[in-house]
């Protein structure tokens, strides 16, 4: 069938390729609507690799997305042809260690869409597991059922920060994941959040999305703001969801004694850390790969309208712009937060 292949760095085409197309008793097969493009998508595409995992041959890209049934396995029984769905993109053993003490993101032979060699889901229709397939409520549009995917690492985020209500949490950047994360934030039950970033069109538009308060750190003390929002004391947690080695090495300063770090974003490289500024607040430190068992709770966040994606989505273009899209989001314009490929109809 036709995909987007990512042929090698920097090389990317629409042209028909031979992908899995059987569906077993356990699988579903989905026509493909709606695709989202991800930061590691764009990172395949302009290096060719992220860390040990290298695009050694042609790959289809794209992890984030939905469509609809339109056939199922002999054993599925709580799908059927016509449903509205989204997919979890990692596919683990279930017999694994890892998926038996259910940590299953973390089970090494994890297969994920659009990590090499593994096949993404740019494509008119996917097989699945219909155990990894989720049906979207009646009143959450394809577009944002794309969107549960990067949605899923802000609320595992939130998961490990085990929020307390009333909490006060800071956010570093206010990219895709940094925004869902301030989300799932607040849906735990934060008061409020403190979001950062150097980007002001990002901040103006998550400003409008609850009780965020944005701080353009290139204008602005982000531990004075905090400060005057707790006199003095510091945020009770702190996400970090840029992956850049200054914000990293900067986690400790809005922290407030004993209060507790996620780790979201990824660096590149090894980053240093202040360990003895971390200890004399007993900074206790979570991180974050992926997602797990967050998939549904998402959903129904989603649902009762908790939680509202639309506003993040700021582009989208035709299954036949794909090359263009990704250009595009090589270098995305500061007031846009996610951009989108309709792949297909809705039925």
């Not at 950047?173 to 959040?193: D, E, H, R």
Request: hydrophobic residues 45%.
């Amino acid at each position: 069938m036709e995909a987007l292949v990512l042929e090698r760095k920097g090389e990317l085409s629409i042209r028909e390729i031979d992908l899995p197309n059987k569906v077993g008793p356990h699988d579903v097969k989905i026509a493909i609507h709606t695709v989202g493009i991800c930061g590691s998508d764009v990172h395949y595409y302009e290096y060719g690799k992220i860390g040990p995992f290298v695009v050694k041959e042609p790959m289809v890209l794209g992890h984030e997305a939905a469509g609809t049934v339109v056939e199922v396995g002999s054993q599925v029984k709580h799908l059927k042809p016509g449903d509205r769905v989204c997919m979890e993109p990692g596919i683990p053993d279930p017999n694994s260690r890892a998926s038996r003490l259910g940590i299953y993101n973390l089970d090494p032979a994890v297969r994920f869409w659009a990590t090499p060699p593994v096949h993404g889901c740019l494509a008119p229709y996917v097989v699945h597991p219909a155990a990894y397939t989720f049906k979207l409520p009646d009143n959450v549009s394809f577009a944002e059922g794309a969107m549960v995917e990067p949605l899923a690492v802000g609320m595992h985020a939130a998961v490990k920060a085990k929020i307390k209500p009333g909490d006060l949490a800071v956010v570093m950047g206010a990219g895709p994941i940094g925004v869902v994360t301030a989300l799932s934030a607040l849906a735990g039950g934060c008061s409020q959040v403190v979001l950062t970033d150097v980007q002001q069109p990002k901040l103006d538009l998550a400003a409008k999305l609850g009780p965020i308060r944005p701080v353009n750190v290139a204008r602005e003390n982000l531990r004075q703001v905090v400060d005057d929002l707790t006199e003095g004391w510091g945020a009770d947690l702190v996400f970090e969801a840029t992956g850049a080695p200054a914000a990293i090495q900067k986690v400790h300063e809005p922290l407030a004694p004993g209060g507790r770090i996620v780790l979201v974003g990824m660096p590149i490289k090894p980053v240093e850390l202040d360990i003895v500024s971390l200890q004399a607040k007993e900074a206790s430190i979570e991180t974050v790969f992926r997602y797990a068992h967050v998939y549904p709770r998402a959903l129904a966040l989603m649902g009762s309208g908790k939680i509202n994606l639309k506003p993040l989505i700021s582009r989208t273009f035709e299954f036949r712009e794909s090359v263009d899209a990704f250009n595009f989001a090589l270098k995305m314009p500061p007031d846009c937060v996610k951009a989108q490929i309709h792949v297909g109809a809705e039925a």
